[in-house]
């Protein structure tokens, strides 16, 4: 979705308004950059995401030095149209330290998210070998019956085990529960919206 660039209120930040990069598949915050008109323009143009540079008073492609581009996948304007939120597709790391994002976090909050793009990952790119080929050659009834199992040892482990122990069995019972998702062609977004709906 292509954003009206003359709707946004560019008079507030003289021109510069902030945009918030998340990653498309973790929803990860990586980075806040700056674009005027000219380099939200060419971001629409080219689907690669160009800042605004105030160090070097230039338009900026994200990767032009490095090659780790930010592919748009989508675009966001706030209530009050003066900032950006694009959700995108992360070539390598994004920060010019190496690190995956520009915030130091002590680890990725929605793992999880890419858990499940490591899932997909290997149903569109089978390895030899891996458990997850393993179990999908089994057929659908041994991956429900592992999520079962999984279950029951997670209920054991809360109520005769260790916290280490409820951690490992939890992590094994997500695990095959997103993987019995994939199996069925569902999502953990799937599950979520669901979540919300029913909240409501």
Not at 1 to 18: C, E, F, Q, Y
Not at 57 to 83: A, H, I, M, P
Not at 107 to 113: A, G, K
Not at 152 to 158: D, P
């Amino acid at each position: 979705m292509n954003i009206n660039i003359s709707s946004l209120d560019w008079d507030k930040t003289a021109g510069l308004l902030p945009v918030i990069i998340q990653d498309y598949k973790t929803l990860e915050v990586l980075m806040l950059g700056y674009m005027n008109a000219e380099a939200l323009e060419k971001t629409q143009a080219e689907g690669k995401v160009t800042f605004f540079s105030r160090s070097k008073n230039r338009l900026w492609t994200k990767g032009e030095t490095s090659n780790n581009f930010l592919f748009v996948k989508e675009l966001f304007v706030d209530c009050d149209n003066d900032t950006i939120l694009i959700k995108a597709d992360a070539v390598g790391p994004t920060c010019h330290t190496g690190s995956r994002s520009c915030f130091k976090t002590d680890f990725n909050q929605n793992f999880i998210f890419e858990l499940e793009n490591i899932i997909a990952d290997r149903y569109e790119n089978p390895v030899e070998g891996s458990y997850i080929n393993k179990m999908r050659n089994k057929g659908l009834n041994k991956i429900a019956q592992k999520v079962g199992e999984e279950g029951v040892e997670t209920v054991i482990a809360a109520l005769a085990e260790t916290e280490e122990d409820l951690i490992n069995e939890s992590s094994d019972l997500i695990f095959h529960l997103l993987f019995l998702l994939k199996e069925k062609g569902l999502s953990i977004q799937d599950i979520a919206k669901n979540l919300e709906k029913r909240h409501k």
